[in-house]
Structures are given as C-alpha cells and as structure tokens.
C-alpha cells in the first residue's frame, strides 16, 4: 500500500473519519532514508517535475563547523550518540537532522538533512 501524507482516517477526539474522497498521487510520500554509516552510496529519487533528489544512503564523513574558529573541516563519523528523532535510531547508527554524532573532532550535532541533501554537515559540540 503506497505511503500517504494526506488526511488522517482518526480525528483528533479519535473517532473515525470518513473521507469525501481517495488518494492523490500528489499525496504520496515515501520510505524514510535513514542514512547510515559506511561507505558513501547516495540513492538518485525522481521527484515532482521530472526533478532529481540524491537520498544520503550511507556515508562516513561529516563537513564539520568549528564555531570558535569559524574554520570548516572534514572529518569521520564512529557512531551515533543521540537522535532524539527515534531513540532506536543510536542502536541501528541512522543520522537525522538533529542527532549527535561521535567523529574524530569531537561530537558534532547534525544541522544537514541528509536524507534531502545527500551530505551530511555538522556544528562541534562543547563536551
């Protein structure tokens, strides 16, 4: 069954709704990316209009920002150390927007969306 973003079947108070009409194919969503870590492998998706989106499938290496220094660097991801996306996430090493990464600076926060973007950039987090 495709995936939809279109209403809910539940209302808010949890009674059913019944919908005046089915789904769109402008509705449709799709399978999260739920980027690893790895050897880099983007996946191309065909979007809306004929558009290309490069999904970040897995990758190792994270474009890291030091804010003191203001200097930019590349540096290797070891392992998820929070994601407060699906607490699941740090056992099975997916990096979201938002999760807390260890790399070979120090952990670093994820301000890319690597699912979206195809790379993954970071901030350095005090300690």
Partial sequence: MAISQGKSTRRLSGARNIANR??????LGRDPAETKIGDKKLRK???RGGNEKLRLAVDNKINLIDSKTNKSKTADVLGVI?????PNYVRRNIITKGAIVE????NAK???RPGQDGVINGILVKD
């Fill in 110 to 112: 994820v301000t890319s």
């Fill in 45 to 47: 998706i065909r979007t």
């Fill in 22 to 27: 089915g789904k769109r194919k402008a509705e």
């Fill in 82 to 86: 929070e994601n407060q996306a699906d």
């Fill in 103 to 106: 790399t070979s600076e120090g």
